[in-house]
């Protein structure tokens, strides 16, 4: 990746916002530019805009919407939401960022559904952990390529060019003040795009291994479970234009994902009884913690790690797909007691049946046991390019370059500065608000200009 100064470039095509990235956080940001008055264009590299999103459960979290009002919820303020993510956080979340995002969350889910016609709904049950009242709002499907094609429906309907097969590696600058960018196609041809305002939306850099390995060391060489083109361009086209980064140690992280079959077993079964056991058969942490605080914990373990549980939670759990699949594998051992287990699991019985017999957690297991061989996981990263509360791009001393806009995970998250604070949702809650605000902040800059 890289940036060239030629002020005086000439371009094939000139356009008011140019979108880097497809996913959530691109096409909300075309679809605000588009509401706002300006043409705008998404560069997308692959085939199909797929992105993180696609690979979620498509769920967001937002404050105040016309769901909530509908479900009797109408006390979920942008107040009450930022403490709960500020909680989670530790503190540690830039609180002019978040204040921001919570604002702007219900008003964004409102006008996806009431502009765009999005198919959302209010997630039905109790909130999710961490979370003070029910504000996860989805497709019905809860799935994340069904939230991708909803977004790509209103993309269309909106008459918006998304442009595939478009991977830009360079951008074109004059000084700091973005010109256009240079599009490369799978045949090695190139076209140049010239723009008045530029939003990154390419996501993050768990895909990047020098990258992981430089900013987060406790999960390199950890699976990583996420979009292998979020390559970190974004980071590395801001610092070449001297813009600041932010929280680069956080991420969403998994601490139960079966190896070598690359499927998350749910956590569920850990927060509902089981545990997490070492090559010697010994409970090595407090699985109340999370799945993402204790990714790091799994991988630093010297050796295989496995979930365990008892049959309660075995048969619960068939009526998922991915347990399921674990099963049909031959990923699950099995044992009448705690020594066929260990011996399923070439564990110390000792140590094992040890470790059941003095475990003092609610619900307790009892015999039969299963276990499922684990690692951690790399999710996503949630530190990126420093922004203000425009989703403007800023420089190490709070000043914003002059036409750069970044959102999702290209800028920097609101899960403070490790794996520990990242609160359920915080992905697409940042890339649909931050684009909202990005399409929108680009556009207006954009179109008064001569």
Same mark, same amino acid.
């Given at each position: ?50 992105? +993180? !999103? ?50 702007? +969350? ?29 504000? !996860? ?150 699985? +109340? ?91 996503? !990263? ?69």
């Amino acid at each position: 990746m890289s940036v060239i100064d030629d002020p005086g470039s000439a371009f094939d095509l000139t356009v008011p916002v140019v979108v880097i990235g497809g996913g959530a956080c691109g096409l909300v940001a075309a679809l605000s530019a588009h509401d706002n008055g300006a043409e705008v264009i998404v560069l997308e590299r692959d085939p199909v805009p797929k992105g +993180s !999103t696609a690979l979620s459960s498509g769920m967001i979290t937002a404050c105040g919407t016309a769901l909530q009002k509908a479900a009797d919820i109408d006390d979920d303020t942008a107040e009450l939401f930022a403490r709960d993510i500020q909680s989670k956080a530790g503190g540690k979340a830039d609180p002019h960022l978040l204040a921001a995002i919570c604002a702007g +969350s219900g008003p964004a889910i409102d006008w996806l559904i009431e502009c765009h016609n999005m198919d959302l709904v209010l997630v039905d049950g109790p909130p999710y952990p961490g979370h003070s009242r029910q504000r !996860t709002h989805a497709p019905p499907t809860n799935s994340g390529a069904d939230l991708m094609a909803d977004l790509l429906r209103a993309v269309d309907a909106a008459h918006i060019d998304v442009i595939c097969n478009a991977t830009v590696k360079e951008l074109i600058v004059d000084g700091d003040k973005v010109s256009g960018v240079v599009i490369t196609r799978p045949d090695g041809s190139s076209e140049r795009l010239g723009c008045q305002t530029l939003v990154l939306a390419s996501s993050g850099f768990g895909g990047n291994a020098d990258m992981v390995k430089s900013w987060l060391p406790d999960m390199a060489g950890s699976i990583y479970f996420g979009h292998e083109g979020n390559q970190g361009e974004a980071v590395l086209w801001g610092q070449a234009l001297g813009a600041a980064c932010e929280d680069m140690g956080a991420f969403q992280g998994h601490g139960s994902v079966a190896t070598p079959h690359a499927i998350t077993v749910s956590w569920a079964l850990l927060n509902n009884g089981g545990i997490l056991v070492n090559q010697n058969g010994i409970r090595f942490c407090d699985e +109340s913690l999370g799945a993402s605080e204790l990714a790091a914990t799994v991988c630093q373990q010297d050796g295989n790690v496995w979930s365990v549980i008892d049959q309660s939670l075995y048969d619960g759990a068939l009526r998922f797909a991915d347990f399921k699949n674990l099963q049909n594998l031959g990923a699950i051992k099995s044992g009448m007691t705690a020594a066929e287990l260990a011996q399923a699991c070439r564990l110390p019985a000792p140590a094992l049946e040890q470790t059941l017999a003095t475990l003092k957690k609610s619900p307790a297991l009892t015999a039969p046991y299963h276990a499922i061989k684990v690692t951690g996981a790399l999710l996503q !990263t949630q530190g990126g390019l420093a922004i203000d509360s425009d989703a403007r791009v800023k420089r190490p001393d709070g000043s914003t370059l002059p036409n750069l806009f970044a959102g999702g995970g290209a800028a920097r998250g609101i899960s403070g500065t490790d794996g520990s604070g990242y609160l359920s949702c915080n992905g697409l809650l940042s890339a649909v608000t931050l684009g909202r605000i990005a399409g929108r902040e680009a556009a207006i800059q954009a179109t008064a200009l001569p």
